[in-house]
């Protein structure tokens, strides 16, 4: 059913309710749930859910039910500071005017580019939030420079999985289809309920990836849909009555996916006509899943073989099933691997681009093809100094990114070319976030002549490194449009309407064109109003305004199915894939230009107790991080007292015969350390993890400690990302071991020690000279 | 008929534990920390090994129990609105109504399925 036209209705006592489409800040990914928003006198005064909103029908999380505690909160920054760079560290800021802010920044960059070339400014992203529309525009268009950073080791994010769903399918990411393009939803008469979704390495409920609304999972439960989770952890959602779990080693998911593949090729259970049509290198793979059979598999991953083969014959002969796969396939150096596995199981049993499959598209689409379009504004030779792109084809082909790892080695060293300033959109990248070893990120970005932050609290990242803090607004008080998937796979737009105003706070986008009119008019006509940007974009688009998005609340465009089959894929009109071969590469022609073996293979963790045995007794643990929670985004969310009643500490998760062998009762502090670092939090206690595997959440720093340096909110305290090496890649670049990876635990007294964090950390202890970066798998 | 003859129907083997009931109810009353009108609690994880009535091999549910600060959003309700509770459940596996009414629906609902009438 449509969305009535009127989003904003007046009230007799003077208020105002304003319908829109959240995104964020506060971060989340663009999920664009409904949301109406009740303004009396300028003043937020209610938060609730839109039932005429076709997905999320009036259903909000505690995120968005928390806004005006966030709105509102005392810590938040509404208007633009400045600090001297000599006192970075201190709580030393100045309030600024944003005239004052541009020209500051203005005189920054024109100095940067005349001293040491564009390219010596790096922008650094987030992850979710708005700005990932935006910080590429700001990089190439606003600033003009090449070098535009998402610092996580190996693009451990999203990126990974939409490079590889590039590269063999020719397409953006695929998701499981839940109806989501059409206004009916599952009273579609082409919808078909999936009859099983492999939910792979994903927390869907509390982390509603990348726009995907996770509870469409119980909504299709309902249904009759039942979940194969694949995860170390036995999840709620993994032991509902008809769902299963396959329990894995940390890892080890490539195995398991060779291992299905082995079954799904010699029990005969593929769709023999989808293979012969559409895919390319089928009797390859099948000689190469011929060195994973099921007792193999067992072995390398834990899973009993009679749970291999009994989901490979569920997956061959049940249809439709969906695929979901989660950040566990980018965290992983063997990600690349398997994400390629993961797809071929996806074509081999029919998944691709059916009813109650994988839903598939263009790789980009409206906004999310204009903001990679605006590297145009670099002269070619300008571009091709993008940081770690010529060494890393496989990366930068997809990706309009730096490759990470080189962008910090080139902060450290100076090579090729010094890096002089660092601009931080929406990103606190030194708590346990977006970076493997933050420390060295920290210390390496202490260096920057000049630094800009924009976010609208003070994060360990702006204290420590910042001399301008540019003050975003929250969705309710901008204007903008959502796209789930950024463009990659959109079951709708949506139109973010502004209920008030708080401060004086500018969107990533008003920064990018009011600084663009500055710096590069030229890329930047002038518009009235960001609403007036986004109406020539969507008049393109679909011939009408943002008046008209607003009206219609969303639009959800349709779907076509099968398009591969209708010559709606390709770039010539011909039926198959837009892919080297023009089917789905099963056998990768890419990787094997790129000197990456085009078929899959397992490798094992890097620093497991198999593959490091002389530190297997030191570090007896395997462990695994990052299991979302509905009460935060990453590491946002941290200084508003309900989230924090809710999930008030980081815990790290114990089976309970393991805590008891360490003498740790449930709520003591406890340490987790290997040779790469350390990181203190809470035991609890869960027989559903597995006795070998500790878990650890991410994102922890306290924002009610003191903020200067050297405590920095006590970011150094629960960092769990100081356990993951730099540069432990796969061979084309992506891939962290950011959920595999070996350790200890042991009880401690508090969150405090008697060991001072920042100058261990610092020194890197005991792991500094293991070597990194291994090469492939013989 | 009165707000007492009024309940929640919860049907909690899909409460996923999202806190967004929780959360709304604090909010909607102006709740301080440490009060809530409606509170989730942890039933399990353990293992039903054994157990003759077992349908799953783990017990794991979270259920969701109205306190004696609820009062069923009496302004709302009068207004035609739902409950601040079971419009935003993330699982849509909240009903208000009255009581008669929600006991029938509740023996079509399966198992695990709590009916409340906290007033």
């Known amino acids: ?778 | 008929m009165s707000n007492t003859e009024y309940g929640l129907l919860i049907d909690y083997k899909y409460c996923s534990g999202c806190h967004a009931c929780e959360v709304a109810c604090k909010q909607y009353l102006g709740l301080p920390e440490g009060l809530w009108g409606i509170k989730v609690f942890e039933k399990g994880p353990w293992k039903t090994e054994g157990a003759a009535t077992a349908t799953a091999e783990w017990e794991w549910e979270y259920v969701p129990v109205p306190t004696g600060l609820c009062n069923l959003c009496e302004d709302r309700v009068a207004d035609g609105k739902k409950p601040m509770c079971v419009k935003h459940c993330l699982a849509f596996c909240m009903d208000y109504g009255p009581i008669e009414e929600l006991s029938q629906k509740m023996l079509e609902k399966g198992a695990k399925v709590a009916l409340y009438k906290p007033l």
């Open chain 1, 1 to 778: 059913m449509a969305m009535p036209e009127e989003w904003k209705q007046q009230t007799e006592d003077g208020t105002y309710v304003i319908r829109t489409c959240a995104w964020s800040p506060p971060g989340d990914h663009p999920v664009g749930c409904g949301v109406l928003l009740t303004v009396k006198d300028g003043k937020l005064v209610g938060v609730e859910g839109d039932e005429d909103h076709p997905i999320t029908q009036g259903r909000l999380c505690p995120r968005c039910l928390d806004l005006i505690e966030y709105t509102y909160h005392p810590d938040r920054i509404i208007y633009p500071m400045k600090r001297d760079p000599k006192d970075r560290g201190k709580d030393a800021w100045e309030q600024i005017t944003w005239d004052e802010a541009y020209d500051l920044i203005e005189s920054k960059v024109l100095e940067m580019k005349a001293n040491y070339g564009a390219e010596s400014i790096v922008v650094f992203g987030g992850t979710g939030r708005e700005a990932c529309l935006y910080y590429y525009p700001l990089g190439f268009a606003t600033l003009q420079t090449p070098n535009v950073c998402y610092s996580q080791s190996g693009w451990s994010c999203y990126g990974p999985r939409c490079s590889i769903t590039d590269y063999i399918l020719g397409a953006g990411y695929p998701e499981i289809d839940y109806a989501g393009y059409f206004e009916e939803r599952f009273d579609h008469p082409e919808f078909v309920v999936p009859k099983y979704i492999v939910n792979w390495g994903k927390a869907p409920l509390e982390s509603n990836g990348d726009g995907l609304f996770g509870h469409v999972f119980i909504d299709l439960m309902k249904l009759g849909t039942k979940i194969i989770n694949i995860d170390p952890r036995i999840t709620w959602l993994g032991c509902r009555e008809g769902n299963m779990t396959l329990q894995l080693k940390p890892g080890s998911d490539t195995a398991l996916a060779l291992g299905i593949l082995n079954v799904l090729i010699n029990d005969d259970l593929y769709d023999h006509e989808f293979v012969e049509n559409f895919c390319y290198g089928f009797d390859e793979l099948t000689e190469r899943v011929q060195q994973y059979s099921p007792e193999r598999v067992e072995e390398l991953t834990w899973v009993p073989k009679e749970q291999i083969i009994e989901v490979a014959h569920i997956l061959g002969e049940n249809h439709p099933c969906s695929i979901a796969w989660g950040l566990a396939v980018d965290q992983n150096p063997n990600g690349v691997q398997l994400g390629q596995a993961i797809i071929s199981i996806a074509a081999l049993t029919n998944m691709i681009d059916v009813p109650g499959g994988l839903t598939c598209g263009p790789p980009e689409a409206m906004l999310g093809a204009w903001r990679m379009e605006a590297r145009s504004w670099l002269p070619q030779e300008l571009w091709e100094k993008r940081i770690g792109a010529a060494e890393w084809p496989g990366l930068s082909t997809a990706m309009a990114t730096t490759q990470p790892d080189e962008t910090l080695e080139a902060l450290e060293t100076g090579k090729p070319y010094p890096i002089k300033m660092a601009w931080f959109n929406s990103s606190n990248l030194i708590s346990p976030t977006n970076s493997a070893q933050p420390h060295r990120w920290y210390a390496a970005l202490k260096k920057m002549e000049f630094s800009v932050v924009q976010d609208l609290f003070m994060t360990p990242t702006a204290m420590g490194l910042a001399d301008v803090f540019l003050p975003l607004p929250t969705f309710a008080e901008h204007e903008g449009v959502v796209l789930p998937h950024y463009g990659r796979n959109t079951v709708f737009v949506g139109a973010m309407n502004k209920a008030l105003t708080v401060g004086d706070t500018r969107s990533d986008i008003q920064v990018c064109h009011e600084l663009g009119h500055r710096l590069n008019p030229d890329a930047w006509p002038h518009y009235e109003d960001m609403p007036a940007f986004f109406g020539d974009q969507l008049q393109a688009e679909f011939g009408f305004g943002f008046d008209g998005l607003r009206e219609r609340g969303l639009l959800q465009p349709g779907y076509t199915y099968q398009k591969y089959r209708k010559g709606l894929m390709r770039w010539d009109g011909e039926p198959g894939f837009n892919t080297v071969t023009g089917r789905v590469e099963l056998y990768s022609t890419l990787f094997e230009a790129w000197g990456e073996d085009p078929l899959p293979y397992y490798e094992e963790p890097r620093y497991s107790q198999i593959s490091q045995p002389e530190w297997a007794d030191e570090y007896p643990l395997m462990l695994t991080t990052g299991a979302r929670k509905f009460t935060s985004f990453h590491s946002e969310h941290r200084q508003l007292k309900t989230m924090r009643e809710i999930d008030p500490w980081p815990t790290v998760e114990f089976n309970p015969a393991t805590a008891k062998a360490y003498g740790v009762k449930e709520g003591d502090w406890v340490c987790i350390e290997n040779m790469f670092g350390m990181a203190r939090g809470v035991a609890e206690f869960a027989p559903t993890i597995d006795p070998r595997v500790i878990h650890m959440t991410h994102g922890w720093w306290y924002p009610e400690q003191d903020g200067e340096e050297p405590n920095l909110f006590g970011v150094w305290k629960s960092n769990v990302n100081s356990l993951i090496p730099h540069f432990e890649t796969g061979i084309l670049g992506f891939g962290g071991p950011f959920k595999s990876i070996m350790c200890k635990a042991y009880k401690v007294d508090g969150i405090d020690g008697d060991v001072n964090f920042t100058t261990r950390a610092a020194n890197n202890f005991k792991g500094a000279e293991l070597k990194s970066r291994s090469r492939m798998q013989d």
